[in-house]
């Protein structure tokens, strides 16, 4: 079992940057923080859930959505001592404006499907003013 708990949300300027972290705590026999690839995932208002960034279980490896990886707007990372994924977001629009979530799967690769990740956390809000 997972639990996430994000963070780091809040309401800023267009052209700022910004800080999500997701910390876990993982639970049952045999089972560690590393072991799970991490995502973070985003959903507007009256929009569907949709992929922002993949990292894989030792940080070597990550995918980004395509238009954003272009930009390099995005950041993931990740502290597996700390069993913490990490967000930033540099520079801020106001099409960023979204609930954040965070989520973690036991799939082998890493994926920007939503169904391939089985915990998912309540999300953080991030609110981008122009």
């Known amino acids: 079992q997972v639990q996430l708990v994000e963070s780091g949300g809040g309401l800023v300027q267009a052209g700022a940057s910004l800080s999500l972290s997701c910390a876990a705590s993982?639970?049952?026999?045999?089972?560690?923080?590393?072991?799970?690839?991490m995502a973070w995932f985003r959903q507007g208002a009256g929009t569907e859930r949709e992929f922002v960034a993949a990292i894989n279980w030792n940080g070597n490896n990550h995918i980004y959505e395509d238009e954003d990886f272009r930009e390099g707007r995005f950041i993931i990372s990740r502290d597996n001592a700390k069993k913490t994924v990490y967000l930033e977001i540099e520079p801020l629009k106001p099409e960023d404006t979204a609930v954040y979530y965070c989520?973690?799967?036991?799939?082998?690769?890493?994926?920007?499907?939503?169904?391939?990740?089985?915990?998912w956390g309540q999300g953080t809000q991030v609110s981008v003013s122009s």
């Open positions: 989520a973690a799967s036991e799939a082998l690769g890493l994926t920007r499907m939503a169904t391939n990740y089985q915990y």
């Open positions: 993982v639970s049952g026999s045999g089972r560690s923080f590393s072991r799970y690839n």
